[in-house]
């Protein structure tokens, strides 16, 4: 099992930043990936951004050269450094996590980013 702890959202102005963390915890030697999705109200969740214990990094579109996910010294720590934000980045941000062995995935329980026009 792995545990998920998210923080850092909140209520920001258009054009303003927040940083997201997320630290993992529990059975995690074989952690292949991390990454943020996020969920705003009606739609599906969707990817964000994802990173691997390589440091090989994936944006969807919509937040390349705004957003950028980075790891801590540890592997299990990932930040989610955003910029210029704007009120369709309104959402719940969920972090992730994902194994190799057994090959699956965990998810943190949310943290609410409002972007305000």
């Known amino acids: 099992q792995v545990q998920l702890v998210e923080s850092g959202g909140g209520l920001v102005q258009a054009g303003g930043s927040l940083r997201l963390s997320c630290a993992a915890s529990g059975s995690i030697s074989s952690l292949r990936a991390m990454g943020w999705y996020r969920q705003a109200p009606g739609k599906q969740r969707d990817l964000v951004a994802s990173?691997?214990?390589?440091?090989?990094?994936a944006y969807v579109d919509s937040v390349k050269g705004r957003f950028t996910i980075s790891r801590g010294n540890a592997v299990n720590t990932v930040y989610l450094q955003m910029n210029s934000l704007k009120p369709e980045d309104t959402a719940v941000y969920y972090c992730t996590a994902s194994r190799w062995s057994p090959y699956d995935d965990y998810w943190g329980q949310g943290t609410q980013v409002t972007v305000s026009s």
């Open positions: 990173i691997t214990t390589k440091g090989v990094t």
